[in-house]
């Protein structure tokens, strides 16, 4: 995520119907704490993905079901530090997949003040954890424990989270919630990134960065 060094999270909205838009737009405006700022409004995954990593996102408030691609293909193909994703949606069932792609929060429409300012709440709380914790090159050399050294070892190796529980003797939701930490340490959103950020001679490990970058190009998936 990026850090918030302003005085309100800045967000985007996508959602192809301008009266959606509409509501989330003044949904947040009337929420004073935390403070949100609009830095970007579009109809389309194509959009943001064209343009949001252009700006210092904190957060993007996106639909679903779009035409074309959808929330999720954004969420996927984002490249570079990614900013929290807020999947917006009035389907329950995308729900799984959509913390699989580590997405921030998931919320219903319509979408409640309350349960929108639980959600601004949180990712405010994250913003200012990442600020505080991290200044520039510093996220990428914060030490590492024995065990993230491991598991990002056998991922520059191409295995998948299955083998690299088998390997350590751990479960696969061990694994997994490893790197989606990792993965939110680091601000990125693939496991490709995460090699390269996390590079091994800055973890204490001595595998090549080579033998890092090729690890499969996918979220925490197994």
Not at 201 to 220: H, K, M, V
Request: charged residues 25%; proline residues 5%; contains cysteine.
């Amino acid at each position: 995520m990026h850090q918030t060094n302003a005085s309100a999270l800045r967000v985007a909205i996508v959602d192809d119907e301008p009266i959606a838009r509409s509501r989330l737009r003044r949904l947040l405006g009337g929420i004073n704490s935390p403070p949100s700022t609009i830095l970007m409004e579009c109809g389309s995954a194509d959009a943001i993905l064209a343009q949001g990593p252009r700006l210092p996102l904190d957060a993007v408030f996106i639909d679903i079901e779009m035409p074309g691609r959808s929330g999720l293909a954004a969420l996927e193909r984002w490249r570079g530090r990614r900013p929290e994703f807020v999947l917006v949606t009035a389907h329950h069932e995308h729900a799984l997949k959509a913390f699989d792609l580590q997405a921030a929060d998931y919320l219903t429409k319509p979408v409640s003040e309350k349960r929108l300012h639980q959600t601004l709440t949180r990712l405010w709380s994250r913003c200012r954890a990442t600020e505080a914790g991290t200044t520039g090159d510093a996220l990428a050399s914060m030490d590492l424990t024995e065990r993230q050294v491991q598991i990002l070892g056998l991922l520059g190796e191409g295995l998948a989270n299955k083998e690299i529980a088998r390997i350590l003797g751990l479960s696969h939701f061990t694994v997994r919630n490893h790197l989606m930490a990792l993965f939110r340490r680091y601000g990125v959103s693939r496991r490709v990134d995460l090699c390269h950020v996390a590079r091994p001679d800055r973890a204490g490990s001595n595998r090549s960065a080579q033998t890092f970058s090729s690890a499969e190009t996918g979220p925490a998936a197994a």
